[in-house]
């Protein structure tokens, strides 16, 4: 197993025109990235596709989620798309590469999820598994000055890190091959992310709004470029990892 770090990533986002290039925007950016890196594969299939911004344009891709308006612009976005549920779905054909983005951590049943996914796939076909790491950096400061923390997203089940996410992978015949750590958070990152984008930032509701133009998009390239150098010196507590493992083959 070898663990690395996405390196040569896009200063912009890869084929993707978004309002936001924040960290929302960064963030498409680098698994698309790491998905191209290590597709080997044309036939995929997206679980969770949501608007296909992450998948869109890497190949045969078909999209599944439950969501119809997002699936309208799937498929303006070129995708083949099935409303189901993400554990149930209704296809018996098999993919070479499934793609399971910021899904994982959502659901009531994770191990049906990824069961799911390994029935779908061909011998020895890929999948690429991203969620938020849950020991970053600002979760690693709560715990060391906190007696109780939370999770920032009420719609977060669960949460995983390197140990249980590859363990869970293992559970369900999957042989993993690379681990990818990105992103890198610090008090008042959001903060600074905003203003260097000349965004708004309220601290009534810890949110930010980032309203980027051309000429703000290699200011926010560097913010991101500095959050992949710490991400790599600190990599056990970035904000996000993505496992790409394999099915179990003859």
């Not at 993400?86 to 296809?91: D, E, F, M, Q, S």
């Not at 983005?101 to 999820?113: F, G, K, N, T, V």
């Amino acid at each position: 197993m070898k663990v690395v770090l996405p390196e040569d990533l896009p200063n912009r986002l890869d084929g993707i025109e978004l309002d936001m290039q924040d960290g929302f925007g960064a963030k498409q950016s680098i698994k698309r990235t790491i998905i191209k890196k290590n597709l080997k594969g044309k036939k995929i299939l997206d679980i969770g596709c949501g608007e296909g911004e992450v998948s869109m344009g890497l190949g045969d891709i078909t999209g599944v989620d439950v969501s119809e308006p997002r699936l309208k612009i799937a498929r303006e976005n070129g995708l083949k798309t099935v409303k189901a549920d993400v554990c149930k779905i209704p296809l018996n054909e098999q993919f070479d590469a499934v793609i399971v983005a910021d899904l994982i951590e959502h659901m009531q049943r994770p191990y049906d999820l990824l069961m799911e996914a390994n029935r779908l796939l061909k011998p020895k076909g890929q999948i690429f598994l991203e969620t938020p790491n849950a020991l970053n950096f600002m979760r690693f400061l709560q715990l060391l000055f906190r007696e109780k923390t939370r999770e920032e997203s009420p719609n977060h089940l669960f949460l995983f890190d390197r140990i249980s996410l590859t363990e869970m992978l293992l559970r369900t015949d999957f042989v993993i091959d690379k681990i990818y750590y990105y992103g890198f958070t610090f008090p008042g990152w959001r903060f600074l992310t905003a203003r260097l984008g000349k965004g708004k930032y309220s601290n009534k509701t810890k949110k930010y709004k980032v309203k980027t133009r051309n000429k703000n998009l290699d200011k926010l390239s560097l913010i991101s470029k500095v959050g992949w150098v710490l991400g790599r010196l600190f990599k056990p507590f970035a904000y996000s990892l993505l496992i790409v493992a394999h099915k179990k083959g003859d």
